[in-house]
């Protein structure tokens, strides 16, 4: 199974977009992978995705390659941007 074409490999940066897709379907930008179906935002799952990319980020400093660390930051700078966008400017 593990040399399957398929299946993505698993490495730090899987991981991370994996979280990172989660916080996309919370804001409603991406479709759930289980329904197909692109859900209305839910800005507190959002922000609690959002929230374990930085902790994660936080106990990993130091200890990721450069384009781990550059993902990630990449990663999470987007999200944020999304996330104000979203919530707009009386809602949070």
Not at 30 to 43: F, I, N
Not at 52 to 60: D, N, S, W
């Amino acid at each position: 199974m593990a040399d399957d074409p398929k299946r993505p490999r698993l490495d730090f940066n899987a991981f991370v977009l994996s979280l990172g897709s989660s916080a996309l379907i919370h804001l409603g930008e991406a479709p759930d992978p289980v329904s197909g179906k692109t859900q209305e935002a839910d800005l507190p799952l959002a922000q609690q995705s959002i929230d374990l990319l930085a902790l994660l980020q936080e106990k990993t400093r130091g200890n990721l390659s450069e384009e781990e660390a550059r993902f990630l930051d990449t990663l999470l700078y987007d999200l944020r941007v999304r996330y104000v966008a979203a919530a707009g400017p009386a809602k949070h």
